[in-house]
């Protein structure tokens, strides 16, 4: 019985502890904190609209196009002569003015599919448009990297692995630290059973969980490092404060997956897009103050993705619909910082009104494995991209 097998019986177990229960995992501290690189991926869920996140304010077909929802020149943050940031991202300049910040323009992938639930198990498990995979990309680099644990992903909703969902991995899903280690003093530690497949499946997850409940209480117990920084009161500013305390605390995980809602922005986008966007860069300012603070900066890499961008026109609820490629932003101290790939064409657009692509984004995952890990490729085609 495979994990998501068993998540189809999940109803039997409550709901307060479904998205810790399903997902075996194993903290690992042979390393002390700061000799790991670890990637952050914070998921715009949604699909998020990349020509008003990374604005092409010297193309008049954008103004064109989007006569009520385009960012005004006047008010883009200015990353060079063709493109600039949504001015409530502000608090994120400092970080490329150090050349910390990169983005790859135009990312998408063949055959562009634009359901919310297909698009995203193709981001998850980097397969093409015609083809299922089951396991989550990361799956495919993280168990040469390292043993023991190797992810975390903080929900606040539906326990969700993303690329971290395989049976080769072990992760776990969590509201928070504090939430996590309340739960676990309800599970008793056994010793793995083997009558059957399913008993044995139980029986290593609660085994499992007992070690994580334990040595996430040594590491971190009632008081555990804080930051010294203020994040913002949002879930992805909860969800960060989290992460950079685990990592702070010397939780060694190589993965934490955060998530930001709101990007389908169907009607009235300004509004929900401006307020999501303000989050991301206000949570991820924090983040990035808290592991400078820490001396940890240079060890992370953070990396936005989301299931597919918008389309150009907007539409007549000054929104836009789904659409194919967008852009997603890098950060880190190991940055290499700059814009990357070729921003679509406007005037070479499909008959649904779609851009095409111009940047693979198994190129991003490409360039994770190899020059943030050292490990091969495994996306033969698709090279990495020198961010890093």
């Known amino acids: 019985m495979d994990r998501r097998e068993f998540l189809k019986y999940a109803g039997l177990i409550s709901a307060s502890t479904a998205a810790t229960l399903l997902t075996p995992e194993i903290l690992y501290a042979a390393n002390p904190a700061g000799q790991n690189r670890i990637l952050v991926l914070v998921e715009l869920k949604g699909g998020n609209d990349g020509f008003n996140t990374l604005i092409p304010h010297s193309d008049p077909l954008y103004y064109q196009h989007r006569p009520r929802i385009s960012i005004q020149q006047r008010q883009v943050l200015g990353l060079n002569d063709a493109v600039g940031l949504h001015p409530r991202m502000k608090t994120l300049m400092p970080l490329w003015d150090k050349g910390n910040m990169a983005w790859v323009q135009g990312v998408g992938y063949p055959q562009p599919v634009l359901s919310h639930f297909r698009s995203m198990d193709i981001w998850n498990s980097a397969s093409n448009a015609n083809q299922v995979i089951e396991a989550g990309w990361l799956s495919r680099v993280l168990p040469n990297y390292k043993k023991g644990l190797h992810g975390v992903a903080l929900n606040k909703g539906q326990a969700n692995l993303g690329p971290l969902e395989s049976s080769n991995l072990n992760s776990v899903t969590m ?214």
Do not use: C
């Open 175 to 388: 509201q928070d630290p504090k939430t996590f280690l309340n739960q676990i003093k309800h599970i008793s530690d056994v010793q793995p059973i083997n009558t059957n497949p399913a008993i044995a499946h139980v029986s290593q997850i609660q085994h499992q969980l007992f070690s994580v409940g334990d040595q996430l209480a040594s590491k971190m117990g009632n008081r555990p490092k804080r930051s010294g920084v203020k994040f913002s009161k949002g879930v992805l500013g909860h969800s960060l404060e989290s992460v950079a305390e685990m990592i702070i605390s010397g939780v060694d995980s190589p993965v934490y997956k955060v998530t930001q809602d709101g990007f389908d922005t169907h009607s009235s986008q300004r509004g929900a897009q401006d307020n999501a966007l303000y989050q991301v860069a206000n949570g991820l300012a924090s983040f990035q103050q808290a592991m400078q603070k820490a001396g940890l900066w240079d060890n992370v890499l953070v990396v936005t993705y989301s299931e597919f961008g918008r389309r150009v026109k907007e539409n007549r609820g000054a929104g836009t619909d789904h659409g194919t490629a967008s852009s997603h932003m890098i950060l880190g101290g190991k940055v290499r910082g700059g814009i990357y790939g070729t921003h679509p064409n406007f005037a070479q657009l499909d008959a649904n009104g779609n851009v095409r692509h111009t940047s693979d984004f198994r190129s991003i995952y490409a360039t994770i494995a190899q020059r943030w890990w050292n490990q091969p490729n495994p996306w033969n085609g698709h090279e990495p991209i020198p961010f890093v």
